[in-house]
């Protein structure tokens, strides 16, 4: 799998409309559900099936499990490397658990910023700018397994 490859699988799910623990390309997802459909669409099946969550569980709770499910299937790198096709793990708040998840999907020097695809609250699934707010929320980055640049 390439990442051009990932890139690709990620943008066919823009449009999606936003729905909590959801995960059908243009049905519905969340932004777990984004990443869990693109791992079925590049893999197969998941490794394992997301516990049930709240909206709000990452602020009522003290377990890190998107950021254990994360390291469990995905290989962890440093934030300052991630490129297109990187699963990027954000906390939303100072002592919060980590809540969002994005694929990058550009990240060219004659941008003014990389370009990430998520799923979230209010929206759909949409390509944005990793701009200053992402940015100072970014709190780990991933590569699928098996990536061949």
């Given at each position: ?68 499910a ?21 906390r ?58």
């Amino acid at each position: 799998m390439t990442r051009a490859e990932i890139v690709a699988v990620t943008r066919s799910w823009l449009g999606t409309p936003y729905q909590h623990q959801a995960s059908l390309k243009h049905v519905g997802c969340d932004c777990l559900g984004l990443v869990r459909g693109v791992w079925r669409e590049v893999y197969g099946d998941e490794p394992e099936a997301p516990p049930p969550y709240r909206a709000d569980w990452a602020e009522t709770g003290v377990d890190e499990t998107l950021l254990n499910a994360a390291t469990r299937h995905l290989k962890p790198i440093a934030t300052d490397q991630f490129q297109p096709g990187d699963v990027l793990l954000f906390r939303m708040s100072a002592g919060a658990c980590v809540k969002h998840a994005a694929i990058v999907s550009a990240h060219e020097p004659s941008e003014p910023q990389p370009r990430i695809i998520h799923a979230y609250w209010g929206r759909a699934c949409v390509e944005s700018w990793l701009g200053p707010w992402w940015r100072r929320r970014l709190a780990h980055a991933f590569s699928f397994p098996g990536v061949n640049d």
